[in-house]
């Protein structure tokens, strides 16, 4: 990832971007905000926004969803509920799934490298889709049972994050091998399809011609756990599907989207200044969780007052843990016939799953859940009768309880990070496809509202509970599925409101400094003819710490120093560092992870700003102090470099 910084000066200067391996030279224009007020220039009215559709996609792990607001009338937020092949079916989201007809794939498109290392085409500027149409692509509701396609191909783009183990690479690869495509062609080339048929439903809505005369704008949603490298790629996706350049695309991550939603469903009714609520996204590949706190009611304005966590627990592994239970009491022969030979008798005992006992399945209600499974004989043993598998409470909690118990700890840990500070948990807002799910509320309200009673005395007391095992409200709000994509909306319709967030890693850089026999191995030392000092590398600055408080509006300075020799070239480049761990190293290290490379071209400094150094043995250098600026937002960072303040 190779980010190229803008310099407060007078006019715009060529910079050297890295793109796809290869240096070319851009331009890149001086931001206006950082322009002086010229003197006896009058002082403009800002300009009317123009009125423009807000466009929120919800890129899921198993499904996506899309919600779409006009500015004008910012409370009729649509939600698209009908996708090709869905047969007049409507559902608020569509799978996460692609396929290609190979005989159609063009040949051309081999020239890019499939590879799930980096899952980025050695030609990312190449359009998604090329070599391919429409009419070749499958995506969403349009298969058959028993049709392969590409699923959770959105887990590719995080390198770092560990994959389920239903999500086979290699099986990944062999058929992006097949499409002469790789992870990043099939993610654009999905985006592709989500855009199309976005822009084609609200053309049906809204007519052409007004969609020709209005601007459409895009929020995407991330993952609050992913590194800034997969928001890249998920920014670089979205450009090659036609969604816009990447530098007018929005990112926020799924649980602050959601938040933003919930919370203004719910104001001013049940929050108060200083509330804390705890937003659990709950999809179908990964859970996600950030806690908020009330610092305003109106506007509503919030602060991020815990780390966001996350972890693959997501409802997909249900389906995989039901899958497994009906191996095991049909047996393994008659499971893979039946997958085999009877696909959408499979199909609809798995659909049977998915909407009716993920969703509702509640121990008190339900003590025996008959599963369809038309075509299977009757086995008194294996509890088929009459085309029903027949299941009791305690085989389906068997299925739940390991999946639920990871969701409980990661709200518990959510929840515990907060009354360590002293905080006072006002909430769980359950959210997400998995956070419909009745089992799961019931399993949340339930660790979360029993406390021990006072300890024992024989002589009267009026001891209450401690306050750390105070009850906490579980909230399901309406919407729970969509809540992501209408925050989505919300964002991009008024902006922020949260006003800090808390850093999910160390960011830093590495410097050179002077040897300090005390502090440094003698081995990494080296001289300095500039300097003429033994000095010492790879020694780390970390500028922001893991759980430190950030705020858009207050940038993080690097500050710099660099020396030039005559005729050394001016372009620069650093590299921001990443750590996850809780206690950073001192020096760098195998482990920590490189962000982005930062490259700007310093010729535009005036060379007044340079100091003029001469060492002991004649030889002349120039000096440069700098500054660089980092500001963090929902999902991606923002810099900006400054000479001379």
Same mark, same amino acid.
């Given at each position: 990832m190779n980010s190229t910084l803008p310099l407060r000066g007078p006019s715009s200067q060529p910079v050297l971007r890295n793109d796809g391996g290869t240096w070319t030279p851009v331009s890149v224009p001086v931001r206006r905000e950082s322009l002086p007020m010229l003197q006896g220039a009058q002082a403009r009215e800002p300009p009317v926004t123009p009125d423009r559709l807000i466009v929120g996609i919800d890129f899921g792990t198993t499904y996506s969803g899309v919600a779409a607001v006009y500015t004008s009338t910012p409370d009729d937020v649509d939600v698209i509920k009908t996708w090709p092949g869905g047969n007049g079916i409507t559902s608020d989201k569509v799978p996460t799934e692609i396929a290609y007809d190979t005989s159609s794939v063009s040949s051309s498109a081999a020239a890019s490298?499939?590879?799930?290392?980096?899952?980025?085409?050695?030609?990312?500027?190449?359009?998604?889709?090329?070599?391919?149409?429409?009419?070749?692509?499958?995506?969403?509701?349009?298969? @058959?049972?028993?049709?392969?396609?590409?699923?959770?191909?959105?887990?590719?783009? #995080?390198?770092?994050? @560990?994959?389920?183990?239903?999500?086979?690479?290699?099986?990944?690869?062999?058929?992006?091998?097949?499409?002469?495509?790789?992870?990043? #062609?099939?993610?654009?080339?999905?985006?592709?399809?989500?855009?199309?048929?976005?822009?084609?439903?609200?053309?049906?809505?809204?007519?052409?011609?007004?969609?020709?005369?209005?601007?459409?704008?895009?929020?995407?949603?991330?993952?609050?756990?992913?590194? #800034?490298?997969?928001?890249?790629?998920?920014?670089?996706?979205?450009?090659?599907?036609?969604? %816009?350049?990447?530098?007018?695309?929005?990112?926020?991550?799924?649980?602050?989207?959601?938040?933003?939603?919930?919370?203004?469903?719910?104001?001013?009714?049940?929050?108060?200044? %200083? #509330?804390?609520?705890?937003?659990?996204?709950?999809g179908g590949g990964t859970v996600d969780l950030i806690s908020? @706190?009330?610092?305003?009611?109106?506007?509503?304005?919030?602060?991020?007052?815990?780390? %966001?966590?996350?972890?693959?627990?997501?409802?997909?592994?249900?389906?995989?843990?039901?899958?497994?239970?009906?191996?095991?009491?049909?047996?393994?022969?008659?499971?893979?016939?039946?997958?085999?030979? @009877?696909p959408k008798t499979w199909q609809m005992g798995l659909k049977y799953f998915e909407e009716f006992v993920k969703r509702n399945f509640n121990e008190e209600e339900h003590q025996e859940v008959n599963v369809p499974f038309p075509g299977l004989p009757d086995d008194e043993e294996a509890g088929l009768e009459s085309g029903f598998l027949v299941m009791t409470a305690e085989q389906i909690k068997s299925i739940f309880e390991p999946v639920v118990r990871e969701v409980c700890d990661l709200v518990e840990g959510q929840v515990d990070s907060i009354r360590q500070k002293g905080g006072i948990v006002s909430g769980i807002v359950l959210v997400g496809g998995f956070g419909q799910s009745n089992y799961l509320y019931n399993r949340l309200k339930a660790h979360f509202n029993t406390s021990a009673p006072p300890p024992y005395s024989e002589r009267p007391t009026h001891a209450t509970p401690d306050d750390s095992l105070q009850a906490v409200e579980v909230m399901q709000p309406v919407y729970a599925w969509t809540a992501v994509v209408r925050g989505a909306v919300l964002r991009g319709l008024e902006g922020s409101m949260v006003v800090s967030r808390r850093s999910r890693w160390h960011y830093g850089t590495s410097y050179a400094t002077v040897f300090d026999e005390e502090r440094h191995p003698p081995s990494d030392r080296y001289w300095s003819p500039l300097w003429e000092r033994w000095m010492v590398s790879d020694r780390m600055q970390?500028?922001?710490?893991?759980?430190?408080?950030?705020?858009?509006?207050?940038?993080?300075?690097?500050?710099?120093?660099?020396?030039?020799?005559?005729?050394?070239?001016?372009?620069?480049?650093?590299?921001?560092?990443?750590?996850?761990?809780?206690?950073?190293?001192?020096?760098?290290?195998?482990?920590?992870?490189?962000?982005?490379?930062?490259?700007?071209?310093?010729?535009?400094?005036?060379?007044?700003?340079?100091?003029?150094?001469?060492?002991?043995?004649?030889?002349?250098?120039?000096?440069?102090?700098?500054?660089?600026?980092m500001t963090i937002d929902s999902a991606a960072l923002v810099f900006e470099l400054k000479v001379d303040g």
């Open positions: 490298t499939t590879s799930l290392a980096s899952g980025v085409s050695t030609s990312d500027s190449t359009p998604a889709s090329e070599g391919t149409t429409t009419s070749n692509i499958k995506w969403g509701f349009q298969f @058959k049972p028993e049709e392969p396609r590409l699923r959770c191909i959105k887990l590719f783009l #995080d390198r770092n994050q @560990k994959l389920p183990h239903f999500v086979s690479p290699l099986e990944t690869a062999a058929q992006l091998r097949k499409y002469n495509r790789n992870v990043m #062609d099939a993610v654009s080339d999905y985006l592709l399809q989500i855009y199309k048929h976005t822009m084609s439903t609200l053309e049906r809505r809204y007519g052409k011609s007004f969609m020709s005369m209005t601007k459409v704008e895009f929020v995407l949603t991330v993952p609050a756990i992913w590194t #800034d490298a997969a928001k890249n790629a998920t920014l670089q996706a979205a450009e090659r599907a036609g969604l %816009g350049n990447r530098h007018d695309l929005r990112l926020i991550s799924e649980p602050e989207a959601a938040a933003v939603y919930t919370l203004k469903a719910i104001q001013p009714n049940h929050l108060k200044i %200083g #509330d804390n609520f705890v937003v659990c996204d709950a908020y @706190k009330i610092t305003q009611l109106n506007p509503l304005r919030v602060e991020e007052s815990g780390v %966001g966590s996350g972890g693959l627990c997501g409802s997909a592994f249900l389906d995989y843990r039901f899958e497994d239970h009906v191996r095991s009491r049909i047996g393994v022969e008659r499971y893979e016939a039946m997958k085999e030979k @009877k970390w500028h922001i710490a893991k759980g430190e408080q950030v705020s858009e509006r207050k940038a993080v300075s690097f500050h710099y120093t660099r020396n030039f020799r005559p005729g050394q070239s001016l372009v620069v480049e650093d590299d921001l560092i990443a750590c996850d761990a809780d206690v950073a190293p001192d020096a760098f290290k195998k482990g920590l992870i490189s962000v982005c490379t930062l490259t700007t071209d310093l010729n535009a400094v005036p060379k007044t700003l340079f100091t003029r150094l001469t060492t002991t043995k004649g030889i002349e250098f120039d000096n440069l102090d700098f500054t660089l600026d």
